[in-house]
């Protein structure tokens, strides 16, 4: 890859591997991240999220592999290319006793950013993310929350192409974590960012595209719709009728392809089902045909859109049954 043209990916990841001693924390991965996408990086703690972000960040060298950011190799280019990074880890490094400008004022002069354009990038950061209120305060005496902010401002400053974000929301209340995923959503407008969690709802609310992490490999990637319809490992429908309880639970467990059947609720003279399907079984068309044959009344009889967690959840249980067999 020539480092003078100009990219079509902001980061490009070849074949990269971490081992630390004898155990491999990342093994081989490969993907590229676009333009303004932000990318979540799914997978359960342990997965190899946190190490991977620290490489992409040029904390940490690859043991083998490369890395390109904006175009230029992290390790022939470090200065260049870490110029393209804001960077927010997981246990934000704050300065306690520093006020929050003068914080920003520090990483500033430490990303050298010119002086004329200084106080303009400051008084940006500072109003996006609501801090003008707090920017004299001491960074020790911030809640939770707004020490977050400082972080994510830190990692902002100067508009970096690449902005990555190990677990953004950990430890913060809902309502934080609400504004957080807000302020995240905002942040692809100028730069490309990557987000690890292990919170599917997370992903599912900010991410364009998602890979799911396990054991230091990627099991899957794609946008979380995708995903759900690729690799769909239930079917579920809800169903409402009228008639005998039993009579409708033995009927729905005699079709093909029907795995179980749990009874919901009651409302007026209507009983609401869950039905559990195969993924393969195209069970609507013999579930209306035997109800109507039946003379059952049907109130409703929908599918239900599989989530990211079922796909999330099999994905890594199918990883650690096979690796026990190794």
């Known amino acids: 890859m020539s480092e003078i043209n100009q990219p079509l990916s902001i980061l490009e990841v070849n074949h990269i591997k971490k081992t630390f001693g004898t155990f491999d924390a990342v093994t081989d991965l490969t993907f590229k991240l676009h333009p303004q996408e932000t990318l979540g990086l799914l997978g359960p703690n342990g997965a190899g999220k946190t190490t991977t972000l620290r490489m992409l960040a040029g904390f940490l060298p690859p043991t083998q592999g490369e890395i390109f950011v904006n175009g230029f190799s992290l390790v022939g280019h470090p200065i260049?290319?870490?110029?393209?990074?804001?960077?927010?880890?997981?246990?934000?490094?704050?300065?306690?006793?520093?006020?929050?400008?003068?914080?920003?004022?520090?990483?500033?002069?430490?990303?050298?950013?010119?002086?004329?354009?200084?106080?303009?990038?400051?008084?940006?950061?500072?109003n996006f993310l609501s801090l003008e209120s707090v920017e004299s305060h001491l960074i020790g005496k911030l809640s939770k929350g707004f020490k977050q902010r400082v972080g994510l401002a830190q990692a902002i400053l100067g508009k970096p192409k690449l902005i990555l974000l190990d677990e953004p929301t950990s430890g913060l209340d809902p309502e934080q974590t609400v504004e957080m995923r807000q302020l995240i959503k905002k942040l692809n407008k100028d730069s490309s960012v990557i987000l690890s969690t292990h919170l599917l709802s997370e992903v599912e609310k900010v991410a364009d595209r998602v890979l799911i992490m396990n054991q230091g490999t990627i099991l899957a990637s794609g946008k979380p719709s995708e995903l759900t319809d690729r690799l769909k490992v239930k079917r579920y429908y809800r169903l409402g009728v009228k008639g005998n309880d039993e009579k409708v639970m033995v009927l729905l467990k005699s079709i093909t392809g029907v795995e179980s059947v749990l009874k919901l609720k009651s409302l007026e003279e209507y009983n609401f089902y869950r039905i559990v399907s195969n993924p393969k079984a195209e069970i609507l068309s013999q579930v209306l045909e035997k109800l109507v044959h039946d003379h059952i009344e049907i109130r409703e009889m929908v599918e239900e859109e599989s989530k990211l967690e079922d796909v999330f959840l099999a994905l890594v249980r199918n990883q650690e049954k096979a690796s026990t067999h190794i």
């Open 80 to 126: 260049l290319s870490r110029k393209q990074i804001g960077y927010l880890p997981e246990n934000v490094p704050l300065y306690l006793d520093m006020t929050v400008k003068e914080f920003l004022i520090f990483i500033a002069n430490m990303k050298r950013l010119h002086k004329q354009k200084r106080k303009e990038e400051l008084d940006r950061v500072l």
